[in-house]
């Protein structure tokens, strides 16, 4: 079957270029030109991916709110597409929960390959070993339904959240340099961005740790990268 990918923006000309591409790559194009009819498209055709232009406008929901209202459908994998490259807004996006950020001008091949690298971590984040599920003293995870508890309540992690404690948890007692996380977390566009990686796992911690500034799983290995203790 076919992966749907949607992709939400008001330039029809885009929307029709990213729609041949798309096709041409393999998947299944589902297109919007405002965010009301992008959302409907999320509930009704339950997409793999969306792609959503933040800087779209409209009476009563601009772009980051369209972005907002699908990340609170579900962990639906999103990237990001704005003209405005700032770090600033890079951070937003990967604060509340983007998987990926594109910024415009773009090269549709690059597109392409950043939606199928999304895509494969996306599948990756729960086939840990064939086991479905993680349990240590404190830490219970359901890879499938990508559900966390900690000391048996329900922790919310967003997607980018939980792929960073997923990759550690694979690596339980090995330190992960920061260069790694950011390839197997965010992606290869990525490896200079250490800044992402620290403040990730201070907010795992913040969600994870009794007390995060003496961290009992979340370790940091000075000069070395991050270790999850067994």
């Not at 509930?43 to 907002?68: C, K, Q, T, Y």
């Not at 990730?200 to 990268?225: C, F, H, M, V």
Request: net charge negative.
């Amino acid at each position: 079957m076919q992966e749907k990918i949607l992709m939400i923006d008001d330039d029809s000309e885009l929307l029709g270029l990213a729609q041949t591409w798309l096709q041409n790559a393999g998947y299944e194009s589902l297109i919007a030109e405002d965010g009301s009819e992008g959302l409907r498209q999320v509930s009704n055709d339950h997409p793999n991916l969306v792609l959503v232009d933040v800087d779209i406008r409209m009476a009563r929901m601009d772009g980051w709110e369209v972005f907002r209202r699908i990340r609170e459908m579900g962990d639906i994998p999103i990237i990001i597409v704005s003209v405005n490259g700032e770090k600033s807004d890079l951070l937003r996006g990967f604060n509340l929960g983007a998987d990926d950020y594109v910024t415009k001008p773009f090269h549709f091949p690059e597109l392409i390959a950043r939606v199928q690298a999304v895509l494969r971590r996306a599948g990756a984040t729960w086939q840990q070993d064939n086991n479905n599920t993680f349990h240590n003293e404190e830490i219970d995870i359901d890879w499938r339904s990508r559900q966390v508890w900690v000391r048996g309540q329900k922790v919310a992690l967003s997607p980018t959240e939980f792929r960073l404690l997923s990759c550690l948890i694979q690596n339980q007692g090995w330190t992960v340099t920061p260069e790694e996380l950011l390839r197997r977390v965010w992606g290869p566009n990525y490896l200079s961005d250490k800044g992402y990686v620290k403040l990730y796992i201070r907010y795992l911690r913040q969600k994870i740790e009794r007390d995060p500034s003496n961290p009992r799983w979340i370790l940091t290995e000075r000069g070395a990268g991050y270790r999850f203790s067994p």
